[in-house]
């Protein structure tokens, strides 16, 4: 039997630039693939056109080749691969799973809250189709207002049947997306959602581990039901902790986190950049 070849990536947003968290995921994800003789890979998560900006991209790429890290290219950025996520959804709505859904957050959360609103684990959206008479779902659509798709879960669920997937650290995981509720697979203001995106992202690069950090592990119940549906391989997965400052709060761009630029600006070098996020001697 042929041994399979590990591919781990690293899939920022260039919604801002690198810091430490980042730097630290990176390493992660490039040690477990050199740990095992495989493959890292780099992809630019870039579907949020609003966010997102090409400064912020170059910027990546300097900042990763900087900290002694390569990769192949070319780099798969999500913008140029908007048929990929068209395709996967015109195959979920062929079997019956998807619906649009006009409401904004802001109705939606009225809604929820509501005495009469649907039942479901926690605030996890379910049916809100059903939250607006028929009549007027189908005004607002005609009228041109923006739709989000979302997966009716239970049908998807129910289809795909008991599912699970594995953990590295935490081991063998049933899934259990229903806690999700209807998740938006392709929102209001561009095509994909995130689910969707890197579901097919990972299955077209031949990902074979996916290394991210512990916020993420609850969205794998989701992502393993996509990989059903669509009849995509699973790869194995490894949840990493979040890099934290001395005071316990975690390093991310909305909170100013020191960036890769501002150290080196400062005089850091690779080398003592590697060490504080624990992947001390040489880079490449």
Same mark, same amino acid.
């Given at each position: 039997?042929?041994?399979?070849?590990?591919?781990?990536?690293?899939?920022?947003?260039?919604? #801002?630039?690198?810091?430490?968290?980042?730097?630290?995921?990176?390493?992660?994800?490039?040690?477990?693939?050199?740990?095992?003789? #495989?493959?890292?890979?780099?992809?630019?998560?870039?579907?949020?056109?609003?966010?997102?900006?090409?400064?912020?991209?170059?910027?990546?790429?300097?900042?990763?080749?900087?900290?002694?890290?390569?990769?192949?290219?070319?780099? !798969?950025?999500?913008?140029?691969?908007?048929?990929?996520?068209?395709?996967?959804?015109?195959?979920?709505?062929?079997?019956?799973?998807?619906?649009?859904?006009?409401?904004?957050?802001?109705?939606?959360?009225?809604? %929820?809250?509501?005495?009469?609103?649907?039942?479901?684990?926690?605030?996890? @959206?379910?049916?809100?189709?059903?939250? $607006?008479?028929?009549?007027?779902?189908? !005004?607002?659509?005609?009228?041109?207002?923006?739709?989000?798709?979302? $997966?009716?879960?239970?049908?998807?669920?129910?289809?795909? #049947?008991?599912?699970?997937?594995?953990?590295?650290?935490?081991?063998?995981?049933?899934?259990? @997306?229903?806690?999700?509720?209807?998740?938006?697979?392709?929102?209001?203001?561009?095509?994909?959602?995130?689910?969707?995106?890197?579901?097919?992202?990972?299955?077209?690069?031949?990902?074979?581990?996916?290394?991210?950090?512990?916020?993420?592990?609850?969205?794998?119940?989701?992502?393993?039901?996509?990989?059903?549906?669509?009849? %995509?391989?699973?790869?194995?997965?490894?949840?990493?902790?979040?890099?934290?400052?001395?005071?316990?709060?975690?390093?991310?761009?909305?909170? #100013?986190?020191?960036?890769?630029?501002?150290?080196?600006?400062?005089?850091?070098?690779?080398?003592?950049? !590697?060490?504080?996020?624990?992947?001390?001697?040489?880079?490449?």
């Amino acid at each position: 039997m042929t041994r399979t070849e590990v591919v781990a990536r690293f899939a920022p947003s260039p919604t #801002g630039r690198l810091h430490l968290g980042h730097a630290y995921s990176a390493l992660f994800a490039r040690e477990a693939a050199r740990a095992a003789g #495989g493959r890292f890979l780099l992809r630019i998560e870039d579907i949020d056109a609003g966010r997102c900006r090409p400064e912020f991209d170059a910027a990546i790429l300097e900042d990763l080749a900087w900290l002694g890290l390569e990769w192949p290219e070319p780099v !798969r950025r999500q913008s140029a691969h908007m048929a990929d996520y068209a395709a996967a959804l015109d195959r979920l709505d062929g079997m019956g799973l998807l619906y649009p859904c006009v409401l904004s957050r802001k109705e939606l959360a009225a809604a %929820l809250s509501a005495p009469h609103g649907p039942p479901g684990p926690g605030a996890a @959206p379910a049916d809100t189709d059903r939250l $607006l008479p028929r009549a007027e779902r189908a !005004r607002r659509i005609a009228a041109g207002e923006p739709v989000a798709l979302r $997966l009716r879960m239970a049908r998807a669920a129910a289809l795909a #049947g008991p599912l699970a997937w594995r953990d590295l650290d935490a081991g063998e995981q049933r899934a259990a @997306p229903e806690a999700f509720g209807d998740t938006v697979l392709a929102r209001k203001d561009f095509p994909a959602s995130y689910h969707l995106a890197v579901v097919v992202d990972d299955a077209l690069q031949g990902v074979t581990l996916v290394t991210r950090g512990a916020d993420l592990f609850e969205a794998t119940h989701v992502h393993r039901l996509l990989q059903a549906l669509l009849g %995509l391989p699973v790869p194995e997965y490894r949840h990493h902790r979040l890099l934290a400052d001395a005071a316990g709060r975690r390093h991310a761009k909305r909170d #100013g986190a020191p960036t890769l630029r501002a150290l080196r600006e400062a005089g850091r070098t690779p080398e003592e950049v !590697r060490a504080m996020v624990g992947f001390g001697g040489a880079g490449r």
